[in-house]
């Protein structure tokens, strides 16, 4: 006869010896090891090994995504009790079941096989033209958006200012390219189509988004979407209530207004955030903080917050991972440093990668310098495409001034063409 079913039950209220004597049934499969009293002594059991199934109270105080990803660590499945009104927030802290209660016809099916069910108290699709407030900001129907993380080694070799950059043209804002580039008649060639999208700062070290396009550092932004997220509140219209259109088709979320917050930006409640910006919008461009080195591997205490976990997350969620180093001999020293970390990082990173030399100038390098560049990574990193975006610092520190982008403020800038190729390369990696 197989043994039963170890269980820890951290359920609330009336319904709490119900739930104990159903699971302690003759012939139910399942013995409650642990009648836990809060979140604390549920991690506590759970990480002991004193049960392989949690039965928690969706609104268990304390219980939020990050609680439900150390149970799953743990090697303890979860099982939810929560009613028909409830039952949305539970779904969304990553259980593995839900259900009403102990008279529940599924209850003790749910608790035996948590694999992923056919669950009754799911919710349906939510309309996204009720959500999005922006004329064509849905994305195309059928079809899950995108995510691009923009990410390069410490000494600002232009993470945000690429992030910006490459989010304004995929959003379609400048109307044309600059005046070198021509079309029938000499006109100026039209911008490639924009789409809704989404720019979110998730670095954790130098946040500089809301300052970067003029808006006010002391929006909610994303740290507010991510407690949405731990809380299992997230839904699209909280997210866009956070992130909201600042021109065009673009959405920013604004980060941290200081690096000492940057716990609040847990890696699992970043999951989330980007999952639900999918649906939000067409692209979701992410600047990333410059460092992806496991902070568990440093400290004893392996379920310490994880200074990086931000980066690590948009990392792991990319389908495109833009790779950015300042074209000087520093810089590529970096660049060639930060491309053999980024093979080693502690998550798995699957999107494609773009490598981006930032600010190409002769003064730096020498005569040509695209090729100078390209040939140090190509000996250093094995990297044999690299795309250059020339310098052009006059214009940038004027659109830093004007709080705008190079495509609205300086839309003629060789950097604005440098970036905008950028976008296009990033479109067709996905097409």
């Not at 997230?234 to 997210?239: E, I, N, V, W, Y």
């Not at 998550?347 to 981006?356: C, F, I, M």
Request: proline share 7%; net charge negative; with cysteine.
């Amino acid at each position: 006869m197989a043994a039963p079913i170890t269980v820890l039950c951290a359920v609330e209220g009336p319904e709490e010896p119900e739930v104990v004597v159903a699971l302690g049934a003759p012939g139910a499969g399942t013995t409650v090891t642990r009648r836990c009293g809060d979140v604390t002594e549920l991690l506590a059991a759970a990480a002991a090994g004193a049960g392989t199934v949690a039965v928690v109270t969706a609104d268990l105080p304390g219980l939020d995504r990050e609680a439900v990803g150390r149970l799953h660590a743990a090697g303890t499945r979860v099982v939810a009790l929560a009613d028909v009104g409830g039952a949305d927030r539970a779904e969304a802290l990553g259980v593995d079941a839900v259900r009403t209660g102990p008279h529940d016809a599924g209850f003790l099916d749910a608790v035996r096989d948590t694999a992923p069910i056919d669950d009754p108290l799911a919710t349906g699709e939510l309309d996204l033209a009720s959500v999005l407030d922006a004329e064509g900001s849905s994305p195309e129907p059928g079809r899950r958006g995108d995510v691009v993380a923009v990410w390069g080694p410490v000494g600002a070799p232009g993470r945000s200012t690429t992030a910006v950059e490459v989010a304004a043209e995929l959003a379609g804002i400048g109307g044309t390219r600059g005046r070198r580039r021509r079309g029938r008649a000499g006109r100026p060639a039209p911008a490639a189509p924009g789409e809704t999208t989404l720019l979110v700062d998730a670095d954790t070290y130098g946040s500089c988004l809301a300052a970067r396009l003029g808006l006010l550092d002391d929006a909610p932004g994303l740290a507010a979407a991510a407690r949405a997220a731990s809380r299992g509140g997230l839904d699209l219209t909280t997210l866009a209530r956070h992130a909201p259109v600042v021109t065009g088709r673009l959405r920013v979320l604004t980060g941290i207004t200081r690096a000492s917050r940057w716990p609040e930006l847990p890696a699992s409640a970043l999951e989330v955030v980007l999952d639900r910006a999918r649906d939000l919008a067409r692209w979701t461009v992410v600047d990333c903080g410059p460092l992806v080195e496991a902070d568990e591997l440093l400290m004893y205490d392996t379920h310490a917050p994880q200074r990086n976990g931000a980066t690590l997350a948009a990392l792991e969620a990319a389908d495109v991972v833009v790779v950015v180093g300042a074209a000087d001999p520093v810089g590529i020293h970096r660049l060639v440093r930060a491309l053999e970390d980024l093979a080693d990082v502690p998550v798995p990173v699957a999107g494609r990668r773009l490598v981006v030399a930032n600010r190409v100038r002769s003064t730096a390098v020498g005569p040509d310098p695209a090729g100078a560049v390209a040939a140090a990574l190509a000996r250093y990193a094995g990297v044999d495409d690299v795309h250059p975006v020339p310098d052009d610092a006059a214009a940038c520190d004027a659109a830093v001034l004007a709080g705008r982008s190079l495509a609205e403020h300086a839309p003629s800038s060789s950097a604005r063409d440098g970036f905008a190729e950028l976008a296009g390369r990033v479109r067709a990696l996905v097409a």
